[in-house]
């Protein structure tokens, strides 16, 4: 992998293939990593390299990635590291993909800079549905386990972390009205468990002016149907 350096924070990133860029934000959630996607049910890096140019990134504090944690650090610390990635490697317009955590990630970007990006894809975003606890239990989870290693992190500061970006609600990262005012077409592929409910798809797909959802996209069949309409997709808006 390669390595960018923004101040204090070391990124490690992967760029593979050639065409139109397509930032891919792994699952994991505080452990959103690159490693991450070959656990998914199909991995970007494989499926678009031979036609757009794919960009995935372990973000800070996961993977081989590393930064502090600062008093005031949350969504917006993550939507900078992104964005002054693609400044570093000169992209001026692309697609955002993202799963589980990179769901609110992708969000978020549309949000800050609409007009960078020619279309947003979600895989089985994170929401909030009775489930905040289990969001607490998880960053505390990647706290127990970092922490060891990083001897210049409070175990105060990734407590405060946790609480700055699970104590919203709906996409944690955005709002509502901020899917409703979402100009850039989106596709979603359906959630269906604790940390990705299907209510949030739904609700996403129920309230984007520009949406297209895909309901079963895991498996055989459908994962391949799943994939070639997520390549039409982004050929269609590149």
């Known amino acids: 992998m390669a390595v960018f350096q923004r101040d204090d924070c ?44 794919v960009i995935s990134m372990d973000q800070r504090n996961a993977g081989a990635s590393a930064g502090p944690v600062g008093p005031t650090d949350g969504w917006s610390t993550f939507l900078e590291d992104q964005r002054a990635l693609l400044d570093h ?26 007009e960078r990006f020619f279309a947003g894809v979600l895989l089985q975003p994170i ?22 290693s990083r001897p210049d992190l ?30 850039v077409p989106l596709q979603i592929m359906l959630g269906n468990d604790l940390f990705h409910p299907a209510s949030t798809s739904r609700r996403v797909a129920a309230l984007a002016p520009r949406v297209e959802l895909i309901e079963d996209w895991k498996d055989g069949s459908a994962r391949e149907a799943a994939v070639a309409a997520l390549r039409r997709f982004l050929s269609d808006h590149a």
């Not at 490697?89 to 955002?96: D, M, Q, T, V, W």
């Open 154 to 183: 409070a175990p105060a500061a990734l407590s405060n972390l946790r609480d700055r970006m699970f104590s919203g609600d709906f996409l944690f990262a955005v709002s509502e009205d901020d899917v409703r005012q979402c100009s």
């Open 127 to 148: 929401g909030l549905e009775n489930n905040r606890d289990a969001f607490f239990g998880m960053v505390d989870s990647w706290a127990e386990e970092l922490l060891p």
């Open 89 to 114: 490697l000169g992209i001026e317009r692309c697609a955002a993909l993202g799963m589980c955590i990179g769901g609110p990630y992708v969000m978020n970007l549309l949000r800050a800079q609409p």
């Open 10 to 53: 070391t990124l490690h990133y992967e760029v593979r293939g050639t065409g139109p860029a397509v930032l891919a934000l792994a699952p994991g959630g505080m452990r959103s990593a690159t490693a991450l996607w070959d656990r998914a049910p199909f991995n970007p890096l494989d499926v678009l390299s031979d036609a757009f140019t």
